[in-house]
């Protein structure tokens, strides 16, 4: 579904992706692992376009994204933004139906309400939470919105920035069952970005972690305990001694 190959992206002189390769299968889960700053919401905002990267080729189903047609491109994704990104001026379900009310998947108006409601369901929210504004709602609340809206239009790609960050427990489980089953039941083809090792577990067929600009490691999730990297390993186990740098 997805092929990346040497992608490389820098701000300036802070070069951030230096030749990135990963392949994502259609209709399965990976998660993206990595210290904070090595340029995991870079990776998902180059594939959509929203950052360009130097150098290197991103194809989704065998296209390139560069020359695809950007509406029809963007028509097939979902994405939750790690800052939430909820548009403060409209109200939650017109957050969550943003896509349905306008452009090539424009609903009637009571249809988009409708499926805004239903998605809040699926994240755990209440009719009520509706008609509320993003600054009513706790931040957790406001993720969920988020989430809602990632999955409103039913997209074949999703991407999660952070899907569990500031929710209690029980709500990032409710979270990571959610994101299975949309990729088991919808066949939507998931990307999650988390730094929640339970959260990895729960969601990811594949993990790949992003260090130093590259995946340095790469595989199933069962073989993630025993893969023999020492990046992945300290990262995995949490442990302050290792070759990954506490300050960066
Ligand atoms: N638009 C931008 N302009 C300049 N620098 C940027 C921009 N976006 C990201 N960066 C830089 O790129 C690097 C990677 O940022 P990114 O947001 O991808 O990190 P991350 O891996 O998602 O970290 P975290 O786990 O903390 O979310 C950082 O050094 C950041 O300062
Ligand atoms: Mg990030």
């Not at 957790?140 to 952070?162: H, N, S, T, W």
Request: hydrophobic share 45%; net charge negative; glycine share 12%.
């Amino acid at each position: 579904m997805i092929e990346i190959t040497d992608l490389h992206k820098a701000f300036g002189m802070n070069t951030v992706l230096q030749g990135v390769d990963l392949k994502v299968e259609t209709g399965s889960s990976t998660v993206i692992i990595g210290g904070s700053g090595t340029g995991k919401s870079v990776l998902l905002k180059c594939i959509l376009g929203l950052v360009h990267p130097d150098r290197g080729t991103i194809l989704l189903d065998g296209e390139d994204v560069t020359r695809a047609e950007r509406d029809a491109f963007l028509a097939k994704f979902g994405m939750l933004f790690q800052g939430g990104a909820l548009f403060d001026s409209m109200p939650v379900w017109q957050n969550v139906a943003f896509r349905l009310l306008r452009g090539s998947l424009k609903r009637p108006v009571a249809d988009a309400r409708e499926i805004a409601i239903e998605k809040l369901r699926r994240v755990g929210l209440s009719p009520d939470v509706a008609g509320k504004f993003p600054a009513e709602l706790s931040g957790g609340m406001q993720k969920r919105v988020g989430l809602a809206r990632a999955i409103a239009a039913d997209p074949q790609v999703i991407f999660f920035d952070e899907p569990t960050t500031g929710l209690d427990p029980i709500m990032a489980g409710v979270i990571n069952a959610l994101i299975r089953e949309i990729v088991v039941e919808m066949g939507a083809t998931a990307m999650t970005i988390t730094h929640d090792m339970t959260s990895v577990r729960a969601i990811a067929d594949r993990v790949a972690m992003l260090h130093g600009g590259l995946i340095r490691w790469e595989g199933p999730v069962s073989k993630m305990d025993n893969g023999d990297d020492a990046y992945l390993q300290q990262f995995i186990t949490g442990a302050a001694d290792g070759p990954i740098e506490a300050v960066r």
